[in-house]
T-cell receptor, first 115, second 113 residues
Framework: AQSVTQLGSHVSVSEGALVLLRCNYSSSVPPYLFWYVQYPNQGLQLLLKYTSAATLVKGINGFEAEFKKSETSFHLTKPSAHMSDAAEYFCAVSDLAGGYNKLIFGAGTRLAVHP | DAGVIQSPRHEVTEMGQEVTLRCKPISGHNSLFWYRQTMMRGLELLIYFNNNVPIDDSGMPEDRFSAKMPNASFSTLKIQPSEPRDSAVYFC???????????FGDGTRLSIL
């Protein structure tokens, strides 16, 4: 069965510092991987997706993630944090094994950015 | 382009009442998903429709929950009778199918007193 583990339910960084949000997945077949961001009182917004093309995926707002099969990881990074990046981030995995894009979400990581 | 539209944004009602949540997917999307988000259980898929047909309802918690999609531009999630443990944020999402990403609405925050 698929699963997603996000290490660290809360991450705090200074403005301008590197953002690193960790995601490890478990899947019996090549997965599709997604990162979503959720701002307060809003739905989830797609940041980026990996669908078996380039292993380094660039997304919106300066975020990127690297698919590492050997480590079953898909960590999200941003070189320099902005105050506006404060939100909750969700990693999700899907493999179409059920015939459709059924997303299994991690528990989420809340990112705080302080001045 | 309009995104996924959900209504109402907030709903407060008393235990035992019927609750109906509504969703308008993005035009042209053939896949529709209903999710529930709680602190304890995170994001859970409740039901998945493809071309207006329910394909996977294994996540629907019990018979009190039902969902319909009468046409490509409208879906409802109904809870009858509602219970306090149903309090959560309910999201609707739509996609073009396959590995295409899901686009989420802003959710309905449901409180059952």
């Amino acid at each position: 069965a698929q699963s997603v583990t996000q290490l660290g339910s809360h991450v705090s960084v200074s403005e301008g510092a590197l953002v690193l949000l960790r995601c490890n997945y478990s899947s019996s077949v090549p997965p599709y991987l997604f990162w979503y961001v959720q701002y307060p009182n809003q739905g989830l917004q797609l940041l980026l997706k990996y669908t078996s093309a380039a292993t380094l995926v660039k997304g919106i707002n300066g975020f990127e993630a690297e698919f590492k099969k050997s480590e079953t990881s898909f960590h999200l990074t941003k070189p320099s944090a902005h105050m506006s990046d404060a939100a909750e981030y969700f990693c999700a995995v899907s493999d179409l094994a059920g015939g459709y894009n059924k997303l299994i979400f991690g528990a989420g990581t809340r990112l705080a950015v302080h001045p | 382009d309009a995104g996924v539209i959900q209504s109402p944004r907030h709903e407060v009602t008393e235990m035992g009442q019927e609750v109906t949540l509504r969703c308008k997917p993005i035009s042209g999307h053939n896949s529709l998903f209903w999710y529930r988000q709680t602190m304890m259980r995170g994001l859970e898929l409740l039901i998945y429709f493809n071309n207006n047909v329910p394909i996977d309802d294994s996540g629907m918690p019990e018979d009190r929950f039902s969902a319909k999609m009468p046409n490509a531009s409208f879906s409802t999630l109904k809870i009858q009778p509602s219970e306090p443990r149903d309090s959560a944020v309910y999201f609707c999402a739509s996609s073009l199918g396959g590995e295409q990403p899901q686009h989420f609405g802003d959710g309905t925050r449901l409180s059952i007193l």
